[in-house]
């Protein structure tokens, strides 16, 4: 049986070149696998996510290799497209949170090749090392606006984020010799810039359990597993695959 594997990437990132050495070309060697690209685009998350969503098939794995936006496109590309994908993520970004929380890790060289990263996704899967996780919902006035895998952020955090997607930002970033201490030192100015504005007046944040459930799947280390281990293993500690769900999920209202 022929799988299909959905690297989805940022050609503008300054790890680019990394991601293609140490996950692109390993992913083109696989055997029994049809590999695609889907590069992200200049224009924001919900037109990649739309655009992603067409390219995704019932049986389908989409690994988001870059930082956590380039992994926000892909979890809502996958809910939005209503088909059985499973999901992971590997960090190629500045903060990596979600491929932390999934748990997984860049590869290693040795004797001249990669090993473990998208391989060893890869691997998991076939091996039916699938947990299950749990997104959040962002609702703005009641309607749905994004998908999260792990937090969602208001304010001046979420607005400090434009800093290093900036052109003088990047553009050094892409050079390779300024990482994440020029990353810091850049939201840290930004801070004390506008550490006195007003970023949210007026909104209201509510949390609340989500009655609908849509299945999605995604590979990583995660505490919320479906096992047949007894009830006495609450921590149940999965390498690498999980399948989202959004049943359990919360709804994050503004």
């Known amino acids: 049986m022929i799988h299909k594997l959905i690297i989805v990437c940022n050609p503008r990132s300054s790890h680019y070149v990394d991601v293609q050495r140490e996950v692109l070309a390993p992913a083109r060697r696989l055997k029994g696998w049809l590999v695609g690209k889907y590069e992200l685009k200049p224009t924001d998350v919900d037109d990649n996510a739309k655009e992603l969503a067409r390219l995704l098939d019932d049986g389908d794995l989409a690994v988001a290799v870059g930082g956590d936006g380039t992994a926000a496109v892909a979890v809502n590309g ?19 949170d979600v491929a932390r929380m999934l748990r997984t890790k860049r590869p290693v060289e040795y004797g001249g090749e990669y090993v473990g990263g998208i391989t ?5 899967f076939e091996n039916e090392q699938i947990a299950e996780v749990y997104p959040l919902e962002a609702k703005v ?23 290093l997607n900036s052109d003088g930002v990047r553009k050094k970033l892409r050079t390779g010799k300024k990482r994440l201490f020029f990353s810091l ?4 100015k930004w801070y004390f810039a506008n550490r006195k504005r007003e970023f949210l007046p007026g909104a ?21 597993v479906k096992s ?16 989202m769900r959004e049943e359990k999920s919360e709804d994050v209202e503004v």
């Open 120 to 124: 060893e996704i890869v691997q998991r």
């Open 141 to 163: 006035d009641g309607k749905l606006w994004r998908y999260a895998p792990c937090y969602i952020t208001l304010g001046m955090f979420a607005e400090s984020a434009a800093v």
């Open 204 to 224: 209201e944040v509510k949390s609340e359990e989500s009655k609908a459930v849509k299945k999605s799947k995604a590979i990583v280390k995660s505490k919320k």
């Open 78 to 96: 996958i809910m939005q497209s209503g088909k059985d994908v499973t999901f992971s993520a590997l960090g190629y970004g500045n903060f990596n």
């Open 228 to 243: 047949k281990l007894p009830k006495e293993e609450p921590e149940i500690i999965i390498d690498g695959v999980a399948k």
């Open 185 to 188: 030192w850049q939201l840290a």
